[in-house]
């Protein structure tokens, strides 16, 4: 069975990902890697459609920070991540995660709604078919052969069923996680 610590990186590590998958459209790619003459030259429709498809880039990394806004306001995850644990003692330090625990936990429950990838029980018996998303499927250990391929699961995975987060501030402030605070005496 795998443990609390690990269990608790995995998890930080599946939220980040999915957070952070923004890639940059086709069309913006192209238009990065080609000469400011070539750029001159294409259609006006197809700038407008890149500047479209930009802004939803932006408007993706923006939904990011907002999510880890959220998580630092109501459940301090950032600045515990940022802190060095080795010091603290094993029940000081358990005691700290039950409370970052259970308010990030209530964050992602109103904001994010989340499906196993593979329903089945950890530590069971699976097939993994043949033309399985090897970005939803993960395959560890001796793997050898062409699917379908049997295995034990690890880990369920998480898929992104719905994501209802608030409208974003307009303006500057989009790239601000959690403001400084600074008391007047």
């Not at 609390?4 to 952070?20: D, E, G, K, Q, S």
């Not at 479209?52 to 990394?61: F, I, L």
């Not at 259970?102 to 069971?124: F, G, M, W």
Request: negative net charge.
């Amino acid at each position: 069975m795998i443990g609390f610590w690990t269990r608790l990186a995995y998890a930080v590590r599946c939220f980040l990902a999915i957070l952070l998958q923004a890639e940059i459209p086709h069309d913006i790619a192209r238009a990065l890697i080609k000469p400011a003459d070539d750029i001159a030259s294409l259609p006006q429709s197809e700038l407008v459609r890149a500047k479209k498809e930009d802004t939803r880039g932006e408007e993706s990394v923006d939904r990011a920070v907002q999510m880890l806004g959220l998580l630092q306001r109501d459940g301090r995850l950032i600045d515990f991540l940022s802190e060095d644990v080795a010091a603290y003692p094993d029940a000081q330090l358990g005691a700290a995660v039950r409370s970052i625990h259970t308010s990030c936990r209530q964050v992602l429950e109103r904001y994010v709604k989340l499906d196993p990838v593979i329903a089945s029980e950890e530590d069971q018996p699976v097939t993994v078919p043949a033309g399985f998303d090897p970005a939803a499927i993960k395959l560890v250990g001796n793997v050898t052969g062409e699917p379908p391929i049997r295995g034990v699961l690890r880990h369920r995975g998480w898929r992104v069923k719905e994501v209802t987060l608030p409208s974003l501030p307009q303006g500057s402030g989009r790239a601000i996680v959690a403001p400084a605070e600074v008391e007047i005496l």
